[in-house]
């Protein structure tokens, strides 16, 4: 049987005792910090329940199925375009570099600024950027354009190119 200090008068207690014997305050083991914490675990357990089946409903009424855009819209389907070649042109990219690669993209910057068509009758484009620096033998980077041709699917590369230099502004 473990023992510690009433929470009142700070005397010997039983852990399983109901009250003290001592002053007869009433779960002498239990400390309110204790008790509260115990409270608010529950409490954001339920507003967490709560708030994730608010959001599925919400998500539920107002889904709606993305706009599509027409094949010879070449602003549409490059605004969809980039985000994607962020993400599935890279890796092709850096692979292309014989040292290291730097990035020098921001945060909230997309690495491709230009795109163009690649074959306007199957919707496929090349996505050009220059946010990205080669490093060469000796240690110096060098910035680099790269160009990256994506399939009309959106996730498929076709074809990566990279040349040293920097777009004009």
């Known amino acids: 049987m473990a023992m510690i200090q009433c929470k009142e008068c700070k005397k010997e207690v039983s852990t399983s005792a109901k009250t003290c014997p001592h002053c007869g305050v009433s779960r002498p083991g239990q400390k309110v910090p204790d008790l509260v914490a115990g409270i608010l675990v529950v409490v954001g357990v339920i507003f967490m329940i709560s708030l994730c089946s608010t959001t599925n409903d919400n ?88 160009e990256c041709d994506m399939d009309s699917d959106g996730k498929t590369v076709l074809a990566v190119r990279v040349r040293e230099g920097r777009l004009p502004q």
């Open 59 to 146: 998500k539920k009424e107002t889904a709606q199925p993305p706009s599509e855009c027409q094949k010879t819209d070449l602003q549409c389907l490059g605004d969809r375009a980039v985000v994607a070649a962020g993400v599935y042109c890279k890796d092709p990219v850096e692979r292309m570099a014989k040292q290291s690669v730097r990035w020098v993209d921001g945060t909230f910057e997309t690495k491709f600024s230009q795109v163009r068509w690649l074959d306007k009758r199957t919707g496929k484009l090349t996505l050009i950027g220059d946010r990205a620096e080669f490093q060469n033998g000796f240690g110096a980077y060098t910035p680099v354009i790269y």
